[in-house]
């Protein structure tokens, strides 16, 4: 199964939902990075089997953002279990990645511009794709 890459990212509940299907799959799920790979596609992205990127690939990791009404108690449980979700993040992104715990906490305050060279040192790709052939 191949997942072509070209997202500015989505909702932290369907991410772990696809996330979770990757994890249990037994059949290899490839990871192919086009363009920009932001917020939970970049989650998805590293749950694959094997990752390749295009050379004009980057990522753009950050802490998410959200929306939150209701009334003072509904928007603290909203807002204690969006903690939770942006901690369980910080630690995907250490443990799917060569960044440390530092790197991840000092850069994740913004928009993180992960460019491709830094991707490649950093463990986020396998492969970079210089012909199309190796994806046939």
């Known amino acids: 199964i191949r997942l072509i890459f070209c997202s500015p990212g989505g909702d932290l509940d369907v991410e772990e939902a696809i996330v979770s299907m990757i994890n249990l799959s037994k059949t290899p799920i ?7 790979v932001a917020s939970a ?17 980057y990522w753009i990791l950050h802490r998410g953002s959200c929306n939150i009404s ?3 108690d ?9 903690a939770l979700q942006v901690e369980k993040m910080m630690e995907f992104y250490q443990t799917h990645t060569k960044f440390t ?3 991840i906490e ?10 491709l060279d830094t991707a490649l040192e950093k463990g986020m790709v396998d492969e970079l794709v210089t012909d199309l052939e190796v994806l046939l």
């Open 30 to 36: 490839y990871g192919i990075a086009i363009s920009c």
């Open 41 to 57: 596609a970049s989650l998805i992205y590293l749950s694959c089997h094997k990752k390749y990127a295009l050379p004009n690939a």
């Open 70 to 72: 209701g009334t003072y």
């Open 74 to 82: 509904q928007v603290m449980a909203a807002m204690e279990d969006y």
């Open 101 to 103: 715990k530092t790197e």
């Open 106 to 115: 000092n850069n994740m305050g913004t928009d993180w511009y992960v460019r």
